[in-house]
């Protein structure tokens, strides 16, 4: 789910810079191709690596319940970890040392977390749940800093541009780390050595983290002079600082992963288990939903800069309650994949519009601080969702009698799947409007709007009808 991105220009000359000065001079460019890099070396460690969590779960002989917990724990340590991060940046001289020590410190944790549960296979799936808390808290401890280092480098009328290019190169990144990761676990299966494919692809994510933390360590070198700390804490931001509008979207925001996570972490077990796929047919399933993205974050961040990032919450908050509802309707290999492909162009602009909203909201000295609570506002409704899920899944039966109609699908987790998908379109129609734009910007028609969804305007650019303009 994660997570988790695209390109709009160049963006190697900023709008700030003078004419006369290079982009190879000027720090905040080379930061921002650093920033470019950093996406790229940390997509490899996720598509390759975070996303075949709940796999490896499964070779352990995990649990629905287990991964679950699995899904949960993780998240909300990491929380923990980035609160308390934020709490220690005014004490560090040099905020750089918190990159470099949780970027290292995650590289590491892939070695425990890959060994102990292959050395001790009776508790495999406890020991991987516990280095995988260990993992995001090392991550998250660097996220506050990060996320107001990056956004500093980039104007505020092209950073939606920015974020896009980011996500875009994520998205690509992840689509072939999915590909080569999911072949390299399908052989392993076919020659009745999964243990080793894992290895090979956990090793290799190690190796892209390290890439991505001198990237960061890089970029905290370049613009060393960025403010950090905030000068109050969480509870006067929250109440004293913040607006009504981003309360009521931290609300949101909080409450929508909450229903997401009801359903997100057993798609796995659900195709790996129930429909008997191969690793790479899984691997083919997540790629489709990481291509749309690729194909539509270019146009997502563009609608975001032109009509805002309200904007982009409204039209997918609208359609992503169908998204888990339509693997009721089948279970053939390719619907599926279509329908993720579908997912994957919902979920590119509604994770785009949930991040650049927080950005745009927040002042810079209040960034840190900001940023860390929308986070945990998140990983509180990610960590509370999951476990409901893993609850739901034991309780809800595995046929559905209405009449003469009977409905038995593979497991009785696509109907945790539809309960998801009811749950979202109520935040949705409730929540959706009790915020607006933080930017002064004036929202389209409707009717001009479709026109400018992606995937909608280039196919209506070769109707001879349609005006060009």
Known sequence: MNQPPADRQTLLTPSSCSRETSPELDPKAQSRQYGLRDAAFQAAAQ???????????????????????LSALPQLVGMVAQLSSVKLLPYLRMPGHLILAGGWGQALCWLPLLALPLLMPEHGPWLLIGCAMLYFAFGHATTPVWNSLLIDLVDTSSRGAYFAHR????ALTSFVALGVAGAVLTIGQKWEISWLGFVVIFLSAAAARVGATRCQTRISTLVPGHQIEAPNGFR???????????????????????????????????????LHWTYLQYAGWMASSISAQFLTLTAWGQLGDRYGNKTLLMVTGLAVPLLPMGYLLSEHYLFLLIWNFGGGVIWAGLSLGLQNYVFDSLRPEERTR????????????????ALT??????IIPTQLSLGLWELTPASNLPFVFCLSG?????????LL?????????????????????????????????????
């Open 422 to 430: 009811a749950l979202r379109l109520l935040i949705t129609m409730s």
């Open 389 to 394: 899920g893993s609850w739901l899944a034991t």
């Open 433 to 469: 409007g009790t915020f607006g734009e933080p930017r002064r910007i004036v929202p389209p028609p409707h009717r001009q709007l479709v026109w400018e969804l992606p995937l909608v305007k280039p196919l209506a650019a070769l109707w001879p009808w349609r005006n060009p303009a």
């Open 236 to 274: 006067h931001f929250l109440i004293e600082t913040a607006t009504v509008d981003f309360r009521y979207f931290l609300l949101f925001s909080g409450l929508m992963h909450f229903a997401v996570l009801i359903s997100g972490p057993f798609f796995v077990v659900y195709l790996l288990r129930d």
């Open 370 to 385: 900001g940023v860390a609570l929308a986070n945990a506002m998140n990983a509180i409704g990610w960590g509370i969702g």
């Open 167 to 170: 996500a875009r190169i994520t």
């Open 47 to 69: 598509g390759g690596g975070e996303n075949y969590f709940s796999a490896f779960a499964l070779l352990l002989h995990a649990s629905p319940f287990h991964i679950g917990i």
